[in-house]
């Protein structure tokens, strides 16, 4: 069965698997699925990741990306919240000048620009809008 949306498959992965305390979860891989878990590690949202090929022996018919998730010293997530803004049936763009801020700037909102997947910090220095793909805090 196809995913219609593998942004939003990943991050409702990541998402229940935060809820239910688990310490690694394995999400589909592509490029862009990819970016934005760097983006994830960069931002220390999350502890690591790594990208699994695939391997016949294991039952890996097709890459992954194993995540390893980041708890704080007291046991609580470090994602309070993870949430898709732009959706295959309704596409959100934001322009340079009206980049969003979350939960004023503790969180970040990722955005795809020209010139790839940037936290809107990084695009508001660089000046470029895109698609407002998800936040996170």
């Not at 942004?7 to 592509?30: E, F, M, P, S, W």
């Not at 934005?36 to 590690?41: D, F, Q, R, T, Y």
């Not at 502890?47 to 294991?58: C, I």
């Not at 700037?105 to 698609?131: F, H, P, W, Y």
Request: with cysteine; net charge positive; proline share 4%.
């Amino acid at each position: 069965m196809s995913v219609s949306d593998p942004i939003a498959d990943a991050l409702t992965k990541i998402r229940n698997a935060y809820r239910a305390g688990h310490t690694q979860v394995i999400v589909n891989h592509n490029k862009l699925i990819e970016a934005l878990v760097n983006i994830l590690a960069e931002e220390n949202f999350v502890n690591s990741f790594q990208v699994l090929d695939k391997d016949p022996e294991h039952k890996i018919n097709y890459k992954r990306i194993l995540i390893i998730l980041r708890y704080t010293n007291a046991g609580e997530p470090v994602i309070q919240g993870i949430q898709r803004i732009s959706k295959p049936g309704r596409r959100v763009y934001v322009k340079a000048d009206k980049l969003p801020c979350v939960y004023n700037n503790t969180g970040c909102a990722v955005i795809s620009t020209s010139m790839g997947l940037m936290v809107d910090r990084d695009a508001r220095l660089k000046n470029v809008g895109g698609e407002y793909i998800c936040k996170v805090w």
